[in-house]
């Protein structure tokens, strides 16, 4: 098996380089069983849940608890968990039928053992909140040193390991309790999983899932058109050109959401604690961002750069059960207009371009260069900021030397998450202007870091929910564009997949930022049909 797929994989990869001859023969057809291969962008280093591996942590290992399609936090390890009335303690009565798939119980002190682990490790994971951790007869126990209302979904991360089985080699040989097994690892080239028989939820319908490394588009497309994928990523670029015979286009809708990082604070030739310059005389002034915000048509965009295949976005996690509603912002250019010449921005020499004080309305747009989609975005809102506003917008592919230029210069950045914690890093104050792509917009509000502070402090998720909302727009002030629009959201874009006829995916939470681990997130649940 592993020579067959490794010849696959190399065969697929020689033939990329023709694939500017857009196949146009039907699929190759392919007798179902109890198998998937899945073209995927890339396989991972390792598959360590406490030292980076996160991604696909739900696949192979479980967690106390885990988050179903509409984002409610279900049980997993844990059959129930209850948290103190001051919200620092939370314990977790975990299931007596769980298994590692060496056929191991799952025990309160393997979960001891995984936090304790991970709490050691520099990873994704922040568990900085957790005082301590301990086992009591069949329950695990944690104490927070203070109350933190995402606790719950940080919990739903952390993949629990076998301490007994936990050396040297586990990265690469993993034990989990998950729904899958890792039968196959080829470096840089392909895995492959089994289903876990032992898997406390059933075992799932696939049996074996084959993951092949396709890193670039044309090698997925000429994979499906070929008939040697099931399922594998596409853009939208190319769905809206190409359609294959015995597959479907899968369109599932996400926070990926792609817009503007604006400078709020004026260029004066200070740096920042980097050496960076920091500020922009155009973008400081919240007329010019927030008649972008009313002026650029975000549906042409979704048209324009992604043929279709996106939504207009409005905030950083639009459809999740903490986003504001009271955010979004209609495309208005009569009020835009007005904005500017309210502000003083007027075109007194006729070159097609307002100025004010002796400043041009012109800036550049930084994107990462090679990244045709953001191009695409950059390009769509910088026509219309032309056409419609006389503002200019230069878009510009960037280097290395990008990370040092956004904090005088905007940029378009690409988000999405799961959790509101996001919220907290883009926005709050503290995050203002570090080295760290969250915030190089220099954004500060006090009355929004109270409120991102009181929803993070708060006890439970409900109880922040008003808070996080809050901070995105409280009728006065907010992050959003009818705020202080410090970020002007453009476009959340649909995550695409060729699927082969008959091959059932399940009902998939919104996708955060990235379209390949999220596709398989749930793959418990497909099945062939």
């Given at each position: 098996?592993?020579?067959?797929?490794?010849?696959?994989?190399?065969?697929?990869?020689?033939?990329?380089?023709?694939?500017?001859?857009?196949?146009?023969?039907?699929a190759?057809?392919r007798?179902?069983?109890n198998?998937?291969?899945?073209?995927?962008?890339?396989?991972?280093?390792?598959?360590?849940?406490?030292?980076?591996?996160?991604?696909?942590?739900?696949?192979?290992?479980?967690?106390?608890?885990?988050?179903?399609?509409?984002?409610?936090?279900?049980?997993?390890l844990?059959?129930?968990?209850?948290?103190?009335?001051?919200a620092l303690?939370?314990t977790?009565?975990?299931?007596?039928?769980?298994?590692?798939?060496?056929?191991?119980?799952?025990t309160?002190?393997?979960v001891v053992?995984?936090?304790?682990?991970?709490?050691?490790?520099?990873?994704?994971?922040?568990?900085?909140?957790v005082?301590?951790?301990?086992?009591?007869?069949?329950?695990?126990?944690i104490?927070?040193?203070?109350?933190?209302?995402?606790?719950?979904?940080?919990?739903?991360?952390?993949?629990?390991?076998?301490?007994?089985?936990?050396?040297?080699?586990?990265?690469l040989?993993?034990?989990?309790?998950?729904?899958?097994?890792?039968?196959?690892?080829?470096?840089?080239?392909?895995?492959?999983?089994?289903?876990?028989?032992?898997?406390?939820?059933?075992?799932?319908?696939i049996?074996?899932?084959?993951?092949?490394?396709?890193?670039s588009?044309?090698?997925?497309?000429?994979?499906?058109?070929?008939g040697?994928?099931?399922?594998t990523l596409?853009?939208?670029?190319?769905?809206?050109?190409?359609?294959?015979?015995?597959?479907?286009l899968?369109?599932?809708?996400?926070?990926?959401?792609?817009?503007?990082?604006?400078?709020?604070?004026?260029?004066?030739?200070?740096?920042?604690?980097?050496?960076y310059l920091?500020?922009?005389?155009?973008?400081s002034?919240?007329?010019?961002?927030?008649?972008?915000?009313?002026?650029?048509?975000?549906?042409r965009?979704?048209?324009?750069?992604?043929?279709?295949?996106?939504?207009?976005?409005?905030?950083?996690?639009?459809g999740?059960p903490?986003?504001?509603p009271?955010?979004a912002?209609s495309?208005?250019?009569?009020?835009?207009?007005?904005?500017?010449d309210?502000?003083?921005?007027?075109?007194?020499?006729?070159?097609?371009?307002?100025?004010k004080?002796?400043v041009?309305?012109?800036?550049?747009?930084?994107?990462?260069?090679?990244?045709?989609?953001?191009?695409?975005v950059?390009?769509?809102?910088?026509?219309?900021a032309?056409?419609?506003?006389?503002i200019e917008?230069?878009?510009?592919?960037?280097?290395?030397?990008?990370?040092?230029r956004?904090?005088?210069?905007?940029?378009?950045?690409a988000?999405?998450?799961?959790?509101?914690?996001?919220s907290?890093m883009?926005?709050?104050?503290?995050?203002?202007?570090?080295?760290?792509?969250?915030?190089?917009?220099?954004?500060?509000?006090?009355?929004?870091?109270?409120?991102?502070?009181a929803?993070?402090?708060?006890?439970?998720?409900?109880?922040?929910?008003p808070?996080?909302?809050?901070?995105?727009?409280?009728?006065?002030?907010?992050?959003?564009?009818?705020?202080?629009?410090p970020?002007?959201?453009?476009?959340?874009k649909?995550?695409l997949?060729?699927?082969?006829?008959?091959?059932?995916?399940?009902?998939?939470?919104?996708?955060?930022?990235?379209?390949?681990?999220?596709?398989?997130?749930?793959l418990?649940?497909?099945?062939?049909?």
């Amino acid at each position: 098996m592993k020579r067959m797929w490794t010849k696959i994989a190399a065969i697929l990869i020689a033939s990329a380089l023709f694939a500017g001859c857009t196949a146009k023969e039907p699929a190759a057809t392919r007798t179902i069983s109890n198998d998937v291969v899945i073209g995927f962008s890339s396989v991972p280093a390792h598959f360590d849940p406490l030292n980076g591996f996160s991604n696909g942590v739900q696949i192979l290992y479980s967690a106390l608890v885990q988050t179903d399609a509409d984002m409610n936090v279900v049980p997993d390890l844990a059959e129930s968990y209850t948290v103190s009335e001051d919200a620092l303690t939370y314990t977790f009565t975990l299931r007596k039928d769980v298994l590692f798939s060496d056929g191991t119980p799952v025990t309160p002190e393997d979960v001891v053992f995984s936090y304790t682990t991970l709490m050691q490790n520099a990873t994704t994971i922040d568990l900085s909140v957790v005082d301590t951790v301990a086992a009591s007869h069949n329950s695990v126990v944690i104490t927070l040193k203070k109350p933190r209302s995402v606790f719950i979904l940080t919990v739903a991360e952390v993949g629990i390991v076998p301490e007994h089985a936990y050396t040297g080699n586990f990265a690469l040989k993993p034990i989990g309790s998950g729904p899958f097994t890792l039968a196959q690892y080829d470096v840089d080239q392909q895995f492959i999983l089994e289903a876990n028989e032992r898997y406390y939820g059933g075992a799932p319908a696939i049996k074996r899932i084959i993951f092949l490394k396709m890193a670039s588009e044309d090698t997925r497309l000429l994979a499906a058109q070929s008939g040697q994928v099931d399922i594998t990523l596409t853009s939208a670029t190319i769905a809206g050109t190409n359609k294959i015979a015995g597959y479907k286009l899968l369109a599932e809708k996400s926070v990926d959401n792609m817009g503007i990082a604006a400078p709020v604070t004026p260029n004066r030739g200070t740096k920042n604690e980097y050496g960076y310059l920091v500020g922009n005389n155009v973008t400081s002034d919240a007329a010019i961002r927030k008649a972008l915000a009313y002026g650029i048509d975000r549906q042409r965009i979704c048209d324009e750069a992604l043929n279709g295949y996106a939504s207009p976005a409005y905030s950083e996690n639009d459809g999740m059960p903490w986003s504001n509603p009271e955010s979004a912002v209609s495309f208005d250019l009569d009020l835009a207009k007005k904005l500017l010449d309210d502000a003083g921005w007027i075109d007194t020499d006729g070159d097609g371009i307002r100025e004010k004080n002796g400043v041009k309305a012109s800036f550049p747009l930084l994107y990462f260069a090679g990244d045709s989609v953001r191009q695409a975005v950059g390009m769509s809102a910088s026509n219309q900021a032309r056409d419609n506003l006389s503002i200019e917008i230069i878009v510009e592919g960037a280097g290395e030397d990008l990370a040092k230029r956004m904090f005088s210069e905007p940029m378009i950045l690409a988000w999405g998450s799961s959790n509101p914690m996001t919220s907290y890093m883009l926005f709050h104050s503290s995050n203002a202007g570090k080295d760290d792509w969250y915030n190089p917009e220099n954004f500060r509000n006090a009355a929004v870091d109270a409120y991102l502070d009181a929803a993070l402090n708060a006890p439970t998720m409900e109880e922040a929910i008003p808070s996080w909302r809050n901070a995105q727009w409280d009728g006065v002030t907010g992050t959003s564009m009818r705020g202080d629009a410090p970020y002007l959201f453009l476009i959340n874009k649909d995550h695409l997949y060729w699927v082969r006829e008959g091959l059932n995916t399940g009902r998939q939470k919104i996708h955060a930022h990235g379209d390949a681990w999220p596709l398989v997130a749930n793959l418990r649940e497909w099945k062939w049909e």
